[in-house]
């Protein structure tokens, strides 16, 4: 069960009221979305944006009587099309809580734990054609050392890459097990000082590269501010620096444009309590924005 982070914040900063109506952009479990449902009765409606059909399944089924709800399984990329489509008006909040659910990890099979052996999926579209496995096993050098450096941000982007290279001229690296041998022969034993899994950076790299999250975060976080109505607030949670720095500077930009005002002047982070009891909270990182 993925437990929402931020939570309280999040409803602070999205600030939902009776009758509103709010995008959940990336609706996972439904956690944040439940919460503001509580808080937009009796009439505000939820439009529920998930990228996975196995999730976007699951949440139809769990939330079947809930007819203040609409589910979609897009991508936020195409929060535009949607609104319009679904004839979504009055939208006074958007909501962007990147990355993962804990059901990627635990149970979706798709490669994205570094403790488990499973094929090199990593997608969160099962309709899109680049896979993890594609990455790994024939993009050339730079560009596989490019994403480890830049999207993993891993010292050891060329001596991964090159062990990537020489492993796949002999057998094509189909498992997560396969990638993790591979760095635990050739990564430092004491690699990060302890801090972090060896496999983390890597990981994350392949993961961010093969769903395109950057360029889509971007990209959505645009079409949300169309969309928005004068006073309507985009609140987006995320969980590395480089998601951290395009929203930052999205919302500075959007500022300097006078489109609206930033309503977090530093990032707000999550308190020692709600990291001890849902620890993949810790390097969580909430903004908010405001549109005139
Ligand atoms: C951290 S989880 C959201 C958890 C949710 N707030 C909750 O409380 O259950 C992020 C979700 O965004 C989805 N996602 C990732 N990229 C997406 C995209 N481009 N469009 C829509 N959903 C996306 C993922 O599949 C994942 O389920």
Redesign the pocket.
């Known amino acids: 069960m993925?437990i929402?982070v931020l939570l309280q914040e999040t409803l602070h900063y999205l600030h939902p009221r009776p009758n509103e109506n709010f995008i959940?952009?990336?609706?996972?479990?439904?956690?944040?979305s439940k919460a503001i449902l509580e808080r937009n009765k009796p009439l505000g409606k939820v439009l529920g944006?998930?990228?996975?059909l196995n999730?976007y399944q699951k949440a139809v089924e769990k939330y079947e009587k809930e007819k203040r709800l609409i589910l979609v399984n897009d991508?936020?990329?195409n929060i535009k099309s949607i609104v319009n489509e679904y004839n979504f008006g009055s939208v006074q909040g958007v909501l962007f809580?990147?990355?993962?659910?804990s059901w990627?990890i635990d149970a979706s099979g798709k490669g994205f734990s570094y403790l488990k052996d499973e094929p090199l999926d990593m997608r969160?579209n099962p309709r899109q054609e680049l896979t993890a496995f594609e990455i790994v096993n024939y993009w050339p050098f730079p560009e596989i050392e490019k994403i480890l450096r830049e999207y993993g941000e891993e010292k050891y982007a060329a001596r991964i890459t090159k062990a990537i290279i020489e492993h796949r001229k002999k057998e094509k690296i189909r498992t997560t097990g396969q990638l993790i041998e591979l760095l635990r022969k050739i990564l430092p034993n004491n690699y990060d000082n302890h801090r972090l899994h060896f496999a983390a950076r890597t990981f994350q790299a392949l993961r961010i590269a093969t769903?395109r999250?950057l360029d889509?975060l971007y990209q959505?976080l645009s079409q949300a501010l169309e969309v928005l109505l004068p006073g309507g607030r985009i609140v987006v949670i995320s969980f590395h620096s480089l998601e951290d720095r395009i929203v930052k500077n999205f919302f500075r930009e959007s500022y300097k444009n006078h489109l609206g005002n930033i309503l977090t002047k530093k990032p707000i982070r999550p308190s020692a309590a709600e990291v001890k009891e849902n620890p993949r909270a810790a390097s969580a990182k909430l903004r908010a924005f405001q549109k005139i």
């Open positions: 993925h929402p959940d952009a990336t609706f996972g479990e439904g956690g944040h944006i998930e990228i996975d999730l991508s936020y990329v809580d990147l990355g993962m659910c990627h969160f769903n999250e889509n959505g």
